[in-house]
């Protein structure tokens, strides 16, 4: 095996060479890639040219995947969704947040593959929770240990911009009812490195749940503040072909809206995780 791991910056990331995803990988490399993800938290293969199929292969040998309620899909490989500026409005991605909170069972990650990139913009970062909550002072992380956040759907994905046409809105309306909000902890503990992580986003979380409003709203605004300081985040610079992999457990991202009316074109297969205790 020749896989090799180039960490980014000390928070998370790290460049995977050595290995082709097209192919079936091997058991070896399989092992190698999870335990890279477990301590870089977010993955990047370059020079990876997938289609859906090998795509929904790869990220099947970490876990079930999952088939998101609103974003269309690839219809022959509907474990495969689109984020394709010229049909879908993306704009809500640039928000740091973490994938599908709004679900019991959180996805445990997800693979995204650039497809077709403006000449420059619409990079993304990703900020490590585990960093951000170790940075934080000992009695602060004693007082979060405690908590519980509601996360909401409908706070990504409003129902101004998701329910337009009668059939998206019908969609978003079974969606919304099928989630309705609901309870993680404030500080997610990692089901396999043990590690801890703070575990609320932007993209979806309303309200610590123990908390007044007023303090609530102040704590989650300082919370998501620190999160995504630079030192717990990195910025990538996509290149066609660029795979990244993140594990969604413990980190958040987010996608940067700067490069439209150029279209952008990206496929994720996104890997069902577990319930955040
Ligand atoms: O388009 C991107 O770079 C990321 C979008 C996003 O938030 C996601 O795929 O989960
Ligand atoms: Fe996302």
């Not at 050595?18 to 890639?33: L, P, Y």
């Not at 500026?85 to 679900?103: E, K, Q, S």
């Not at 077709?116 to 002072?137: C, K, N, V």
């Not at 986003?201 to 998501?224: C, D, H, Q, V, Y």
Request: net charge negative; charged share 20%.
């Amino acid at each position: 095996m020749s896989l090799t791991v180039t960490p980014i910056s000390p928070a998370l990331g790290a460049q995977i060479s050595g290995v082709d995803i097209s192919r079936e990988i091997t058991a070896e490399e399989r092992d190698a890639i999870e335990q890279a993800l477990l301590q870089h938290q977010v993955l990047f293969f370059r020079d990876q040219p997938i289609n859906p199929e090998q795509q929904a292969r790869f990220a099947a040998r970490f876990g079930d995947l999952h088939i998101h309620p609103i974003y269309p899909n690839v219809p022959e490989t509907p474990q495969v969704l689109v984020l394709d500026t010229a049909v879908t409005d993306v704009r809500d991605n640039a928000v740091w947040h973490t994938d599908v909170t709004f679900l019991p069972t959180p996805a445990l990650g997800a693979v995204l593959s650039a497809k077709q990139l403006p000449a420059y913009g619409g990079d993304t970062l990703w900020a490590s929770g585990i960093a951000a909550f170790e940075a934080l002072s000992a009695p602060l992380r004693a007082m979060l240990a405690g908590l519980t956040a509601t996360h909401d759907f409908t706070k990504s994905f409003p129902l101004e911009r998701f329910g337009t046409t009668p059939e998206d809105l019908a969609r978003w309306e079974a969606t919304r009812r099928n989630n309705p909000p609901l309870s993680h902890p404030v500080v997610r503990t990692h089901p396999v490195s043990g590690r801890k992580a703070l575990f609320v986003n932007e993209g979806f979380t309303t309200r610590i749940n123990e908390l007044s409003e007023l303090e609530s709203e102040a704590l989650l605004k300082l919370l998501f503040a620190h999160a995504t300081r630079p030192e717990f985040s990195i910025r990538w610079r996509w290149q066609e072909n660029d795979v990244a992999f993140w594990d969604n457990r413990v980190t958040q991202h987010f996608a940067v809206d700067d490069y439209r009316p150029n279209r952008r074109v990206m496929h994720r297969a996104t890997i069902l995780g577990d319930a955040p205790f």
